[in-house]
């Protein structure tokens, strides 16, 4: 059982299909492990639309919806709950702004990309960002209850606990 502090939260995490497709998963999670988030929660989910619809619930009516839901599915992504200090606010800081080109070269998003949105909709391609992360702290909760049953979200202590919270 891991100690219990106010700040200590959960989040969700998603790697989209060109990260898979890339081979850049275990770089991914390797930056979320060496920051000390421990990973709660991960699978690989091919994404139905229901699913998507329920993620993406705010932005299902928006012109852009269509084209997302194709890039969500065009293979796996690999889900993940990661637990740390603000977790929400700090994993969206590591993951940077959605667009890449936006996106500060030291985040994921500016790392591994570097598209823009611009450019995508000006080629007719698809708005190839990476990664997916919970916004605030209610939206984590309901992407976990949509993405994971209870009992695959795991409690356990790791070695470097009691170092990097
Ligand atoms: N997106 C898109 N076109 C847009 C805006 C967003 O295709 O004009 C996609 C992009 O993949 C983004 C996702 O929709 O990551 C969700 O958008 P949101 O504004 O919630 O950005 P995020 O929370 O992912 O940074
Ligand atoms: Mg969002």
Redesign the pocket.
Known sequence: MSEEFEHVEKTFVAL?PDTVKRGLIGEIVSRFENAGFKICGMKMVWATDDLLEEH?E??VE?D?YE??AE?MKKGPVVAMVLEGVNAVENIRKI?G???PTEADPATIRGTYGHIS?AH?DGSGR????LI??S?EPEEAEKEISIWFEDDEIHDFETAQEEWVR
């Open positions: 989209k993406y705010e932005h928006k852009f084209r997302l890039y993951v702004e959605t667009d949105f995508a698809l708005h190839k960002n997916h992360a916004a």
